[in-house]
Every structure is written in C-alpha cells, then in structure tokens.
C-alpha cells in the first residue's frame, strides 16, 4: 500500500488531497496543526493517520520526522500555505506580515522536505510535491501588485527547483504544482474551479510523473507553466 504525507490538510486543497487519495485505498499521514478541532478531516473515511504538525515551527517538524522516521513516504505534498494581507498596492504592504507569509509559503517546504527527505528515499515512488500558485512566475505576472503573495510563491519556486537538483542523486522526483483559482477559504467563491477537479488533476499530473519531469512546473492539467 503506498503512502502519501498531506501537510495542511484539514481544510481546503489538503483535505481533498486526503478524501481523494484515502477512497483511492492509500494511507494518508493527514499533517495539520489542530487535529482536535479538525472534524471535517476525522469524518473522511480510509486509511489516514492524523498527525498534529505547524509546518512553522521547526521543532515540531523535527519531532513529527522522528515519531514517523520508520515510514517510507511515496509523496510528500507541501501544501499547507497561507495568503496573508489582501492589500496589493505598493504603498500598503505589512513587512512583518510579509515575513510571516515566507516563513510558510518558502521556508515551512524546505523544512519539512529536509525532516522527511529519508522517509521519502527509502519509498518506491519518491515524489515531493510543493503546491504552489502561477502568482509566483515571473512570466505570467502582467498585473502587479500582491506582492506578499507573488514572492512567497516565487521563492518556493526556487526552493522547489534547487531540491530537485539536490536530491537528484537520491532519486527522488520534485515537482511546483498550480492547483488553479479554486473555490477554498484562500481561493474565495470567485474563483473558476473547485477543489475536487483540481485534486484529481493534480494527482494525475503526480501519478505520470518521471524523472525527466523533475524540476518543473506545472498546472493542475498537466500543462507546463513558465518560470
């Protein structure tokens, strides 16, 4: 049975991951930083394992490593994130607030790709996956503006393409992944899609995934997005 670690996934993008991945007969290591008050997450049906985790705080990201270090892990998604400050213009940006988003958005992956990397190396698929936003590609942006956001997703963009290359020699596959503009609390009920087609898109796209294919970054579709 082949395993699949969700951070942030009591809500949104993370708990689609888990009903999805859980009815496919997968365990799931379902990470969030509340497991008491996640009852939507407690009702899903299958095989899952919540683990209480703030993919913020470093200490307990090691502690969650080394409660599970006997685990092989076949996809690790990095999907816990946050927005932060709906302001866009250049004159309103919150610079702590800024701080606290790229400690979630860019740091918390390559933290907690670096506890679980073993976990990951020692499973048969070997697939870390960073879900990311198109909001972070310096070719797509016409509009400006959202600079909290922009940034954060840029720079894991950039952590996502420098763990493929440093974990090229340990077989391990890394991916960036844009889920869309998804109807979720983060996405608001404008957005064009909802989580469950983008999810299954997304695990398509991870299913199909090779070692030539490392490195990139892709939409939910399947379809190349430019850096």
């Known amino acids: 049975m082949p395993t699949v670690m ?3 996934a009591n809500r949104g993008l993370g708990l689609e991951f888990v009903r999805q991945y859980a009815a496919d007969g997968w365990h799931v290591i379902a990470a969030c930083r509340s497991p008491a008050r996640a009852a939507d997450l407690k009702a899903v049906k299958g095989d899952v394992e919540i683990q209480a985790l703030d993919v ?3 200490a307990q990201v090691e502690a969650a490593a080394r409660a599970l270090k006997r685990k092989a892990i076949d996809v690790l998604i990095n999907n816990a994130g946050i927005y932060g400050p709906r302001t866009s213009g ?3 940006v919150d610079y702590d607030a800024w701080a606290e988003v790229l400690r979630i958005n860019a ?3 390559l933290k907690v790709t670096e506890c679980f990397v073993d976990q990951v190396a020692r499973s048969d698929r070997r697939i870390v996956a960073i879900v990311t936003s198109k909001m972070g590609s310096m070719a797509d942006n016409t509009s400006g503006g959202s600079y909290i ?3 954060s997703k840029a720079a894991v963009n950039a952590v996502g393409k420098s763990l493929s290359v440093d974990l090229r020699g340990r077989g391990i596959i890394v991916v960036v992944l844009h889920p ?3 109807r979720t609390d983060m996405g608001g009920p404008s ?3 909802d989580a469950e087609p983008s999810v299954a898109g997304m695990r ?3 299913a199909g995934l090779g070692p030539a294919d490392s490195g990139h970054f892709f939409n939910y579709d399947g379809s190349p997005i430019p850096w």
């Open 6 to 8: 969700i951070t942030g």
């Open 90 to 92: 250049l004159s309103a």
């Open 56 to 58: 913020g705080d470093h």
């Open 204 to 206: 398509s796209v991870i």
């Open 107 to 109: 740091m918390a992956p």
């Open 180 to 182: 869309g503009w998804v």
């Open 149 to 151: 956001y922009r940034s």
């Open 191 to 193: 957005a064009l899609i």
